[in-house]
């Protein structure tokens, strides 16, 4: 759980763009 928030935020910070699916597979 800790990883998906933590990715969620990178993705967010990172190009706050991209579905959190991306996140979700990677």
Do not use: E, H, K, T
Not at 14 to 23: F, H, Q, T
Request: net charge neutral; hydrophobic share 60%; proline share 4%.
């Amino acid at each position: 759980m800790v990883d998906v928030l933590i990715c969620l935020d990178y993705i967010f910070l990172a190009v706050g763009r991209l579905p959190s699916m991306l996140c979700w597979r990677l």
